[in-house]
């Protein structure tokens, strides 16, 4: 049996938010897009010790990666490969970006470069990047006076 669904104009429109999300995706503010290259997402958070990043690299393995941080810049390179297109298909549409992308994030102050600990799980590139031990949050005892 065959199931039918009624079709619905207003699904298939969008909000004003994401016609405007659409439109800077697709503008000259980011170049990358429209050349059709990648940028994948990330999520900067912060800790007492440390600064967490988790960046949005699905199909990519360790090796396909670099990771650098210099003057508290981090960048992040890799390439996502597209697969070789059948001859036998005829696309309506294609989505998923592919290609080579850089991610710059200015950590907003000093860290440990060489304590980075780096893991790569389900698509998900996650760094804890410690912060340095000047920018650590002291807490400063004060003695009574006697007098």
């Not at 079709?7 to 697709?26: G, I």
């Amino acid at each position: 049996m065959t199931n039918l669904t009624r079709w619905d104009p207003f699904q298939e429109m969008m909000t004003l938010r994401e016609a405007m999300n659409q439109l800077f995706e697709e503008s000259f503010v980011r170049p990358d897009l429209a050349r059709g290259g990648f940028v994948p997402a990330l999520d900067l958070s912060e800790t007492e010790d440390a600064y967490l990043v988790e960046a949005a690299v699905p199909g990519l393995k360790p090796e396909d990666l670099e990771v650098t941080v210099e003057n508290n810049l981090l960048t992040i390179k890799g390439e996502i490969k597209q697969e070789s297109q059948e001859t036998k298909r005829n696309y309506h549409r294609i989505e998923r970006r592919y290609g080579a992308f850089q991610r710059q994030v200015a950590l907003p102050r000093s860290v440990k470069a060489d304590a980075i600990k780096a893991t790569l799980n389900n698509g998900v590139l996650r760094l804890e990047i410690p912060k340095a031990e000047e920018v650590k949050p002291r807490r400063i005892l004060i003695n009574p006076t006697t007098n």
